[in-house]
């Protein structure tokens, strides 16, 4: 089977609008994480989050897209262009329908959405904009991309919270091992407006503290919650032979493992699915847990969940078995874009050779058996694993190579 | 030996049709279900027709408990799982729950409980800053859709994989279409599978309004669903689910499973186009349909029966029209297509999903469906559409065909299991 | 009673379908085509769905289609306004 390597990549998130932006910050441990600005969010229970740094999107979009267009669908086109820029690919020469797209999706464009029902319900549905029909769906990146990028491939749009990144991932190297040359997947989220911010308050899992170098602290004994952000990761994930076709640069790894599993409905006394989903990715990338030279671990910052997934690290690596590092501690988590960022941070470490931090925790809670990396380290990586979960139950793992 | 995906179980729940039999009872009838929207005032919008479901979640199974949490689209959905499950006779206390995953379309989620609470903590609509102190504990599954999958997961016992897909109105081929793959590879035996939507709310309608989408046929309902017809003026939309137990061939034979049909070829493209818009020539979705043949190692004159996305809107019928002769060929003319939404509406992401049911269905009875309201087709729909009464036809390979905002075009090959099996 | 004119027009497509890099809304544009103005249907509805908020015109939907000039669009527009339209 035809190795899928992963070609291109683009970052937006808290810690920066690039690529390198984004890295040299998150390997300085700089945390992004403060107080709302995008809405005044001051009678709100929480009021912390990991906003993107602001940009005028005329600058970068052609004007038809902007009216028709939410914040995270601006975002993704940006990400998208980034990924395909750092590639340098001429996407007709791989086919009429050699390239498709893959995205994660959570809310869909959410604030175009409560702008609209505003219309609706507070002026009447002749105020409702034609572009309600589809700025606010969940398939709404990966057709915008398509579009932008004449790309008539396979495409697709997978939802499971937290978790979609990788499950977006794992869908493109369906592909590429199949038949197509390219993909461009990963996910890209922004769901800070007072609608959204509601419903994922109602969530119960949100950090009610307002000190953004206290708020979210996964696997620590002060864990309370998390803190959400905006911003994600795309990539072109590219065929071995399409690759050494063109003589594709960079080479940042391959996408060697990847499965999904659920956990077992609540009160059923049967052991959560995450260990079985990390065993699965490693056995898919025929691998050993010693092999592996870092986790970027999902963390939600909840302690039964953290205790759960350190419990499934321990298992699958012995305890203190491997570096476990959570860089998001500085973004918050990004919805359908936080798996993807991990992503594109274990290629990036791959890259440098070196293993960005967990900031604000100062250790594990007495209980979690981590070797939790609290300050960059330097280290040779050929081999990372990224855990994420979605919201319910959702557990996927990936594994990504040099 | 190359693993095969069959449809096992089927579980539906469509306007004016409550299960499996009462669904192959309306289609193969002809009639319609299309009526006057009665879940709102409907008097301020430009289309004020639908295709509801007579659905009542305590009376239909669910628990107080399950109702309360779970939007319309999740009901449907978990209703719709016990009657596949059932409808398979698969033992799920027999079987390992780590090899069984569920894979749901849905395009627009939660949408009218989303709609329902903003009204509620907004104030009708009053106030940008919306009041916390309102929401409801589940809104944040109405937020991220994936709920749904997850309501489906535990009603079914699935530890293996679980997603939700939305790409618009193809989710729900999409998913099946997913489902299969995941079978074929072998990440799971079973996957129950299948989409949901419970589009009509307000919202829902005034979008689709400001985009002439919909029906303005408002005198009429219960005809304003016209696809191929010369007097057709746009969608009616619906709601509803269908859902399926997918099964490894081996696996369901070994435990004498039923065996309605194989999930042979599926494929996608897009038309990277335009969000609404479609190419007149069809190309991408000719394209998809060519893939999926392929696929199946199907050749084009081997179609018994085209299930046609047939939205009623005028683009969608001549664009559609186009695709198939392409991919066809000559064969297209001597196949009869139809189209369920002149019966049930389009109900968005699940609408895929019943297509198949209806394909499976007309596979088990050799009945193809028709295709209600076709008095005078449009001279550019020139192909054999089934008008108005259901026919008697064998059909042992289906093609059904799905177009979906974002510029999704899926085709997907279903096979009478006794001819895979030869 | 109010009338729509040219730089209202432009102000409004500016608004509801934003300005295509390629063409030059400013320019001598009451004859180029909406097309090669960059803006679809869709576009287009949204623009006549501002239109008849504004100035309380009922535009016919199959005539928005067919006005596909700017002049065309004005045109439309007046006569609704007028009251013959």
Known sequence: MTAALVTGLGVISPAGLDTETHWANTLAGRCAIGPLTRFDASGYASTLAGEVPEFDPREHLPGRLV??????????????????????????????????????????????????????????????????????????????????????????????????????????RRHVRG???????????????????????????????????????????????????????????????????RGARPRYGVVAGYAATFDPPPGSGREPSLRRAIEAALADARVAPADVDVVFAD????????????????????PYGVPVTVPKTMTGRLGAGGAALDVANALLSIRDGVLPPTVNVTGPAPGHELDLVTTAREARVRTALVVARGHGGFNSALVVTA | MTRRAVITGIGVLAPSANGKKSFWDLLASGRTATRRISFFDPAPFRSQVAAECDFDPLRDGLSHQQARRMDRAAQFAVV??????????????????????????????????????YVVVSDGGARWLVDQGHAVPHLFDYLVPSSIAREVAWEVGAEGPVSLVSTGCTSGLDAVGRAAELVVEGAADVMVC??????????????FDAIKATTPRNDDPATASRPFDRTRNGFVLGEGCAVFVLEELEHARRRGARLYAEVAGFASRAN??????????????????????????????????????????????????????????????????????????????AIGSLEIAACVLAMENNVVPPTANLHEPDPECDLDYVPLRAREHRVDTVLSVGSGFGGFQTAMVLRRPERSAA | MATLDLPVLRDILRECAGEDDAADLGGDI?????????????????????????????????????AQTPRALLDLTNRAIAGDG
């Open chain 1, 67 to 172: 009216p028709q267009t939410d914040h995270m669908t601006r975002l993704a086109l940006l990400v998208a262009d980034a990924a395909l820029a750092d590639t340098d690919v001429d996407v007709a020469a791989l086919g009429e329908f050699g390239v498709g797209v893959v995205t994660a999706s959570s809310a869909g464009g959410f604030e175009f959405g409560h702008r609209e029902l505003e219309k609706l319900w507070s002026r009447g549905p002749e105020h409702v904009s034609a572009y309600q029909s589809f700025a606010w769906f969940y398939a709404v990146n990966t057709g915008q991309i398509s579009i932008r990028h004449g790309m008539r491939g396979p495409s697709g749009v997978l939802v499971t919270e937290q978790a979609g990144g990788l499950d977006a991932l794992g869908q493109a």
């Open chain 3, 30 to 66: 009451l004859d180029v085509p909406f097309s090669d103005l960059g803006y679809d249907s869709l576009a287009l509805l949204e623009t006549a769905s501002v239109i008849q908020r504004r100035f309380g015109a009922r535009l016919a939907d199959d005539a928005v289609t067919q």
């Open chain 1, 179 to 245: 038949e197509l040359p390219m993909m461009v997947t990963g996910g890209v989220d922004g769901w800070l407006c007072p609608w959204g911010w509601v419903a994922h308050q109602a969530s119960g899992c949100l950090s009610r503290s307002t000190d953004p170098g206290r708020a979210y602290l996964p696997f620590s004994a002060d864990a309370a919650g998390y803190v959400p952000g905006e911003g994600g990761a795309l990539f072109v994930v590219e065929s071995a032979e399409s690759a050494r076709a």
């Open chain 1, 299 to 318: 963390a939600v910052g909840l302690p039964e969940l953290d205790a759960a997934e350190a419990r499934a690290l321990a298992a699958v690596f012995g």
């Open chain 2, 80 to 117: 719709g799982a016990r009657e596949g499950l059932a409808d398979s006779g698969l033992d799920l206390d027999a079987t390992d729950p780590t090899r069984r995953g569920v894979v749901i379309g849905s395009a627009v989620g939660c949408t009218m409980s989303l709609e329902r609470e």
């Open chain 2, 194 to 207: 299948g989409a949901t939507d419970a589009p009509i709310s307000p919202i829902t309608m005034a979008c």
């Open chain 2, 272 to 349: 990277a186009y335009h969000m609404t818009g479609l190419r007149p020539d069809g190309v991408e979705m000719a394209e998809a349909i060519r893939a999926a043949l392929a696929r199946a190692r199907t050749a084009p004159d081997e179609v018994d029966y085209v299930n046609a996305h047939g939205s009623g809107t005028k683009q969608n019928d001549r664009h559609e029209t186009a695709a198939v002769k392409r991919s066809l060929g000559a064969h297209a003319y001597a196949t009869p297509v139809s189209s369920i939404k002149s019966m049930i509406g389009h109900s968005l992401g």
